[in-house]
């Protein structure tokens, strides 16, 4: 025998004992008893090279388990969260403090140029505070927009605030602050100024206790 004809008979010895086929024409053997209309099956054994891969399965779970629970303390889904969470905060905070004019509300001014109070009347729509507050800013779901009693402040500061972080918890005004922009928030907050002391069709009645602007006696 030449090495050539060792080496292949030695891969079908292989392959033999890998997949343990039942010699062809003697499937008697292993027929068994049954039989469903016509239907018959053969007890073959399992291709040992799938049942050792199950096996390595089996082994590699036993060891996967121990590694969960032994790192159980070091790592887990909740930690993997809390530490994701702290590090967006910490980077929130150091944008921050990179840009302290952005997140100072001491330096916001009311606009009363028209292109600025236009865009702001634009964002009520297209941001859809008008769902809440109508068109005319005459309330339905939130508060009336034009009369000077406010439940959070009508100045521009408290303004720009309550959309910025939203209302009262569970009363259905949302913060504003990651979908507006800073400048958007200042120009809608401008708008709604703009708007102090209009008419509108169905006012709701007033909401609130701060009363902004004062009314002055004559
Ligand atoms: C889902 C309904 C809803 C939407 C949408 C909504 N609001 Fe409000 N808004 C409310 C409610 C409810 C309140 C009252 C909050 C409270 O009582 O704390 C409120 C309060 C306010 C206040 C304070 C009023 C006050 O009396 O102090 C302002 C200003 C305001 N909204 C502006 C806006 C702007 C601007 C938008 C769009 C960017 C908007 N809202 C979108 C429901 C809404």
Redesign the pocket.
Known sequence: MNKKSENISGWKRFMKSMTKAHELGTEEDIMLDHDYDGIKELDNVLPPWWLYGFYITIAMSVFYYTQVFYNSEKYSQAKEYAAEVAKGKAEVEAYKAENPDLFNTDNIVAFTDEENLAKGKE??TT???F???LNDLGGS?????TDN??????DVK??FN??TN???PG????A?EST?TREE?IQ??SY?ISMQGTTPANPKAA??D?IFPEVVEE
């Open positions: 964002l009520f941001k859809t505070c769902a809440c507050h779901i939130g508060p009336n927009l009693a406010w439940i959070l402040g009508g408290s303004l309550t959309i939203g209302g009262r009363k259905g005004m949302i504003w507006i928030r809608i907050s709604i909401e609130g701060i």
